[in-house]
């Protein structure tokens, strides 16, 4: 198997078209093409679906895909490593974060991760759980922080690291009505705004109350904590947020604290890194121990949701 048309392969099904792929890679399409069918007779199997235009990956193709990536991943963290001073580690850190991660969760493990490695790139993106537990296992992904409910077991074939449990405040403006101490029925009576869906929280609450079969009600979906928090001082709906958080909100004297006896949402924090070794180990390590050592870690530190 040729590591160039794997190559080939995954400019098509990340560009979308042939012509894109072709000028990626600084080839004619005829060569490009050609790299496609050498690599479908080796593994015996149509990789891309030629009737749809542009070509689709076949459902081998996306299989193929998956580990394409993560050998073009090895071959280049191999290149690096052997070309740099022994010890120094070079190349590409990836790390992938939720949403709403604390700014002092991501700066001052960067901050030491930079210190001591140089001559490391860091390249941060931003997405949520399900899809950043696929892309750590998938390769795509170095290490990532996230949050699973509390009690839900992360996937398998990564190694974790349990960061602590968080809890958050459930707010509402005074305009909304909330009791001042709410049970969870009550809370089903009232629109919420919430991050979007994928966010470990509002998955945690949304399956609380179906396991309780009650109705629950997302009037409005948004991924900015700042607007969120202003949506529900306007009086859309509850909103959530961490106690790091609630102290710094501009609408502070505009929400109130909704006290729950009966419940408690809460998610636990997790890092995730793949399971096979790895040139970036120490940087991981280094990452996960300044989280773990963050003031409040293991209660709400991390988060302001």
């Given at each position: 198997?040729n590591?160039?048309d794997?190559?080939?392969?995954?400019a098509v099904?990340?560009?979308?078209?042939v012509?894109?792929?072709?000028?990626?890679?600084?080839l004619?399409?005829?060569?490009?093409?050609?790299r496609?069918?050498l690599?479908?007779e080796?593994?015996?199997a149509?990789l891309?679906d030629r009737a749809?235009k542009p070509?689709k990956?076949?459902?081998?193709?996306l299989?193929v895909?998956?580990?394409?990536?993560?050998?073009l991943?090895?071959?280049?963290?191999?290149?690096?490593?052997l070309?740099g001073?022994?010890g120094?580690?070079?190349?590409?850190?990836?790390?992938?974060?939720?949403?709403h991660l604390?700014?002092?969760?991501?700066?001052?493990?960067?901050a030491k991760?930079r210190?001591?490695f140089?001559n490391?790139?860091i390249?941060?993106?931003s997405d949520?759980s399900?899809?950043?537990?696929s892309?750590?296992?998938?390769?795509?992904l170095?290490l990532?922080i996230y949050?699973?409910?509390d009690?839900e077991?992360?996937?398998q074939?990564?190694?974790?690291v349990?960061?602590?449990?968080?809890?958050?405040?459930?707010?509402?403006?005074?305009?909304?009505?909330?009791p001042?101490?709410a049970?969870?029925?009550?809370?089903?009576r009232f629109p919420w705004v919430?991050?979007?869906?994928?966010?470990?929280f509002?998955n945690?609450i949304?399956h609380?109350?179906?396991?309780?079969?009650?109705p629950?009600?997302?009037?409005i979906?948004?991924?900015?904590?700042?607007?969120?928090?202003s949506?529900?001082a306007a009086?859309?709906?509850?909103?959530?947020?961490?106690?790091?958080?609630?102290?710094?909100c501009r609408w502070?004297?505009?929400?109130?604290?909704?006290?729950?006896?009966d419940?408690?949402?809460?998610?636990?924090?997790?890092?995730a890194?793949?399971?096979?070794?790895?040139?970036l180990a120490?940087p991981v390590?280094?990452?996960?121990?300044?989280m773990q050592?963050?003031?409040?870690?293991?209660q709400?530190g991390?988060l302001?949701a």
């Amino acid at each position: 198997m040729n590591i160039r048309d794997l190559e080939a392969l995954v400019a098509v099904i990340e560009t979308g078209s042939v012509g894109s792929a072709a000028i990626r890679l600084n080839l004619t399409q005829p060569a490009l093409t050609r790299r496609i069918q050498l690599l479908e007779e080796t593994l015996g199997a149509a990789l891309l679906d030629r009737a749809s235009k542009p070509h689709k990956a076949t459902s081998d193709g996306l299989r193929v895909y998956d580990y394409a990536r993560q050998i073009l991943r090895g071959v280049r963290d191999l290149r690096v490593d052997l070309t740099g001073p022994p010890g120094d580690v070079q190349g590409e850190f990836t790390i992938g974060i939720m949403p709403h991660l604390a700014d002092e969760a991501v700066t001052t493990p960067i901050a030491k991760v930079r210190s001591e490695f140089p001559n490391l790139k860091i390249k941060l993106t931003s997405d949520w759980s399900p899809a950043l537990q696929s892309r750590v296992a998938s390769g795509d992904l170095d290490l990532a922080i996230y949050c699973l409910a509390d009690g839900e077991t992360p996937a398998q074939g990564i190694s974790t690291v349990d960061l602590g449990r968080s809890e958050v405040a459930l707010v509402a403006s005074p305009a909304l009505r909330v009791p001042q101490q709410a049970t969870i029925l009550e809370l089903s009576r009232f629109p919420w705004v919430l991050n979007n869906d994928g966010c470990g929280f509002r998955n945690y609450i949304g399956h609380t109350f179906e396991s309780a079969r009650l109705p629950f009600n997302v009037a409005i979906e948004v991924l900015s904590a700042d607007i969120k928090m202003s949506l529900v001082a306007a009086g859309h709906g509850i909103g959530i947020v961490a106690p790091a958080g609630l102290d710094q909100c501009r609408w502070r004297d505009q929400i109130k604290v909704i006290e729950t006896p009966d419940f408690r949402p809460a998610v636990r924090v997790w890092a995730a890194s793949s399971e096979s070794p790895s040139r970036l180990a120490a940087p991981v390590r280094t990452f996960i121990e300044e989280m773990q050592a963050l003031p409040g870690q293991g209660q709400v530190g991390v988060l302001a949701a």
